[in-house]
């Protein structure tokens, strides 16, 4: 189950547990916070990867900009 705690002027949930990495985010509302962990706790539930920090520092600013690109204009 996700903390969520004011941080500042943001509200900052964590997940952590047995069968996911530590991870967190800050939002700036409430409601995208909780829309958040909700997220990520349903991706730890269907047993999907959640990325963990050291994923995260494997990925380039060049992929980015590449993903990026694809993405739509809205």
Do not use: N, Y
């Not at 959640?50 to 993405?71: C, F, M, N, S, Y």
């Amino acid at each position: 189950m996700a903390a969520i705690r004011k941080h500042r002027e943001k509200c900052q949930a964590e997940i952590c547990g047995h069968r996911v990495p530590s991870i967190s985010r800050l939002c700036r509302q409430l409601k995208d916070t909780k829309e958040w962990a909700r997220r990520m706790e349903a991706q730890a539930d269907r047993q999907e990867t959640i990325p963990g920090k050291k994923a995260l520092e494997t990925i380039l600013v060049g992929d980015l900009v590449q993903r990026a690109h694809k993405l739509p204009f809205v």
